[in-house]
């Protein structure tokens, strides 16, 4: 069992991991016995049954398609290719992510509001008056640092501070 906590991140997660392969193109498979689960920036999310990886050259790494399930509702899922000094090939696939929850992942990261408190305050009240979901289809590709980010973004069922947006029929 291994049990990390820090401020964004906390939980503890029982796995088993398996290897196979020389080190230049090692394969890694991880599973995750039981009911899982990770908070990250006060979010919960069930961990996958597995999850698998290809590492070669121990340079770059391949990872299978997950699915993170955020509780009590939505899910992420992802996978695609690494290189640790170059290029990503990513896919990203969020299913009715609560539009709430995204003010709370973003905050800390836009501007470094976690170290303002007006900030973080006036982002979580507007998270509170915002409802719906988000469903999105993205592929993020090109150097880690500056990747380009094409796909698609729907939003349903949106309702800020009670009044409906969009055509709530389709």
């Not at 290897?19 to 394969?27: E, R």
């Not at 299978?64 to 290719?81: C, S």
């Not at 290189?83 to 929850?101: C, E, F, N, R, T």
């Amino acid at each position: 069992m291994w049990s990390r906590s820090c401020e964004d991140a906390a939980g503890t997660v029982q796995m088993t991991l398996a290897a196979q392969g020389p080190l230049d193109a090692i394969a890694l498979d991880l599973t995750f016995p039981g009911t899982g689960k990770l908070s990250l920036k006060q979010q919960r999310f069930a961990l996958p049954k597995a999850l698998s990886l290809q590492i070669g050259d121990l340079n770059a790494v391949q990872v299978q398609r997950f699915r993170l399930r955020h509780l009590p509702e939505g899910a992420v899922e992802a996978w695609g290719h690494v290189k640790i000094a170059g290029p990503v090939d990513l896919h990203l696939v969020v299913s009715k992510y609560p539009l709430y929850q995204l003010a709370a992942m973003a905050t800390p990261i836009v501007a470094d509001w976690s170290k303002s408190d007006t900030l973080s305050a006036f982002a979580l009240d507007v998270a509170e008056s915002v409802q719906g979901q988000v469903d999105a289809s993205l592929r993020i590709q090109g150097h880690r640092k500056r990747p380009d980010v094409h796909g698609q973004v729907a939003l349903s069922n949106v309702v800020v501070a009670g009044q409906p947006l969009g055509n709530r029929d389709s």
